[in-house]
């Protein structure tokens, strides 16, 4: 028993001095809606840029183009299809002209209300917009219009995967998120 106490004291003790060791990531409830973009170098640092929601032109999200689908998956959580549809139009429109150049461990995603919408590029390369767009369309057809989902595509050059999800939830890599 005394055993037991002391290493219950002791796990304790190691967990209060990591927990204050570690930096603290902001929490998604505190992010501001609009567009995100990350980028990683070698090392793994993050950089991140940020356009609020109201500076992103909002359009209608156009039907998606035939994609070659390789993985997608839908999430046991559900999201608000008005808030995921506001998400999906940002981020689209948070990039010029017809054509997203997509470069390597450069995600990016965009925020409203609850929800993150997101493209994670896994090699670098154009995509028309309107294959992104057919992906969300993609998505919302595969999983039910408020479930969160993603789909991983190979069109053109280079692959990437692109989804909506709650913003408390992971994207792109098994660590990262809104926040991160």
């Keep these: ?15 209060a001095v990591s927990a204050a060791a570690l930096p603290s990531a902001i929490d998604a409830r505190e992010v501001a809606d609009g567009f995100y973009q990350v980028s990683t170098d070698d090392s793994g640092n993050t950089k991140t840029t940020f356009k609020p929601w109201d500076e992103v032109v909002t359009t209608s999200v156009r039907e998606r ?11 046991p959580g559900s999201v608000s299809t008005g808030e995921a549809d506001d998400a999906n139009t940002c981020l689209i429109n948070g990039f010029s002209g017809d054509n997203v150049y ?22 670098q390369g154009y995509k028309g917009k309107a294959d992104i767009k057919g992906t969300w369309s993609y998505v919302k057809g595969h999983c039910g ?3 969160m989902g993603y789909a991983q595509v190979s069109n053109g050059i280079g692959d990437w ?14 660590d990262f998120k809104v926040g991160s």
């Design 65 to 75: 183009s035939p994609l070659e689908k390789r993985r997608e998956d839908c999430g």
């Design 102 to 123: 997509l470069e390597k461990n450069a995600w990016s995603y965009c925020v409203r209300g609850s929800v993150v919408s997101f493209i994670c590029p896994y090699s």
């Design 145 to 147: 219009p408020s479930k």
């Design 1 to 15: 028993m005394k055993t037991f106490n002391l290493l219950t004291i002791l796990l304790a003790g190691v967990s």
């Design 161 to 174: 995967t692109a989804g909506y999800a709650t913003k408390d939830d992971h994207f792109c890599t098994a």
